[in-house]
């Protein structure tokens, strides 16, 4: 069964300000995903990435990038120059071989201008 | 494509009735479930399905009954609601195998029983 951590409940920032939000996770699979999905205050969920365990090179996505170490399970997501509409719960969310999705409590950002 | 559609947004119960929520997708994904959320707990899985004629216990699956007797429509059954089910919903689906493009969440139901 999957297992994941999200250690920082909330994070507040200043516009502009770059924010790493941290996620490390267990797993038993050998191979596995793992998905950061953003809930904005209107509360829908939004996909932003999905990184499949044999790929460790980082992402970038226009301000989003992803640093995804395996060595010590870490699957992290830093916004960089952060707006007032990245203002959200952010959730990590581990995903194995029996396609149950696992989430995070998620880590709340709040931009302020 | 109207995506991941659930009925109702809000719903008020009171102790021991029963309701169903309902969670439908035309995208043709074999795998859907049900999520509840809660204040700091994140989401946690209720029941899922694989297909049709196929369904699992999740994490929480205590007082929820599901179905999938088609491929497009998964729900969500309370037979006695309790104030421990207040708690917003959600459905989800997505390809097996293939979650290029994550899950779809539906837009979810906000329920309260009181």
């Known amino acids: 069964a999957q297992k994941v951590t999200q250690a920082q409940t909330e994070i507040s920032v200043v516009e502009k300000e770059d924010v790493t939000l941290d996620c490390v996770y267990e797993t038993r699979d050998t191979t596995y995903y793992l998905f950061w999905y953003k809930q904005p205050p209107s509360g829908e969920l939004v996909f932003l990435i999905r990184?499949?365990?044999?790929?460790?090179q980082n992402e970038i996505s226009g301000r989003y990038s992803w640093n995804f170490q395996k060595s010590t399970s870490s699957f992290n997501f830093t916004i960089t120059a952060s707006q007032v509409v990245d203002s959200a719960v952010y959730f990590c969310?581990?995903?194995?071989?029996?396609?149950?999705?696992?989430f995070g409590k998620g880590t709340k950002l709040t931009v302020n201008p | 494509n109207a995506g991941v559609t659930q009925t109702p947004k809000f719903q008020v119960l009171k102790t021991g009735q029963s309701m169903t929520l309902q969670c439908a997708q035309d995208?043709?994904?074999?795998?859907m479930s049900w999520y509840r959320q809660d204040p700091g707990m994140g989401l946690r899985l209720i029941h899922y399905?694989?297909?049709?004629?196929?369904?699992d216990q999740g994490e929480v699956p205590n007082g929820y009954n599901v179905s999938r007797s088609t491929t497009e429509d998964f729900p969500l059954r309370l037979l006695s609601a309790a104030p421990s089910q207040t708690s917003v919903y959600f459905c989800a689906s997505t390809n097996l195998g293939t979650q290029a493009y994550g899950y779809t969440f539906g837009s979810g139901t906000r329920l309260t029983v009181v």
């Open positions: 990184r499949n365990s044999f790929d460790e």
């Open positions: 399905s694989v297909g049709a004629g196929i369904t």
């Open positions: 995208m043709n994904h074999e795998y």
């Open positions: 969310a581990p995903q194995g071989g029996s396609e149950k999705l696992v």
